[in-house]
């Protein structure tokens, strides 16, 4: 009887472990999911952008660009992704320059859900070839994001480590002039 019992019980446990870490680990990428990317800080006009504005942008079309981490270790690879560039965001946007040289002082953050924070320069994304990489993107192999990085994201394709300016489940871009 006592044997019985204390089988039922360690069953019961067992089960109700699984149960309690399944749904943590479905609603765990579930909760950063993001429907929109808001751009604010110094733009003339905010945006919040969600998929369906972001197809009013030139779309990108990328084949592949392999995951490298800061390690140096590779993570796997991005395939038949479309976005489009944080350039033409910005654009749309209008980043604000009171002065000929506020741009040169001024950097872009985006954001996730998750707390995750990446900076470009201005300089890098207007005047550097990296600019030409850098994208929000919204949809692999013509469907929506999967839940462990959509529906919406960035990556800065032309970086030698791609990893870290890989951000998922992004939420904002914010403009900030960061010296005087
Ligand atoms: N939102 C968010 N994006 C992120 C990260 C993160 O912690 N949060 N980690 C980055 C880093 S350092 C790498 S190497 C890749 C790792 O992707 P993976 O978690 O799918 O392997 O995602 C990048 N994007
Ligand atoms: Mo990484």
């Given at each position: 009887m006592f044997q019985q019992c204390r089988a039922l019980l360690i069953t019961t446990a067992l089960v109700f472990c699984q149960q309690v870490f399944a749904h943590e680990t479905t609603s765990d990428l579930s909760k950063y999911v993001t429907e929109s990317v808001t751009v604010s800080g110094a733009v003339e006009n905010k945006l919040i952008l969600r998929v369906n504005d972001l197809r009013q942008f030139p779309p990108q079309k990328v084949g592949e660009v392999p995951l490298i981490c800061?390690?140096?270790?590779?993570v796997g690879k991005l395939e038949n992704f479309k976005g489009v560039l944080l350039k033409d965001i910005l654009e749309k946007a209008v980043v604000i320059s009171k002065d000929h040289n506020d741009v040169k002082k001024t950097i872009v953050i985006a954001s996730a859900t998750d707390g995750y924070k990446v900076v470009f320069s201005w300089s890098e994304i207007?005047?550097?070839?990296i600019g030409e990489g850098v994208m929000v993107f919204f949809e692999k192999d013509g469907k929506p994001l999967p839940e462990d990085e959509g529906r919406i994201a960035m990556i800065?394709?032309?970086?030698?480590?791609?990893?870290?300016?890989?951000?998922?489940?992004l939420n904002g871009i914010e403009v900030r002039k960061i010296v005087d």
């Open positions: 800061q390690t140096g270790a590779n207007f005047n550097t070839p800065s394709s032309k970086d030698l480590r791609t990893g870290p300016r890989h951000v998922k489940w």
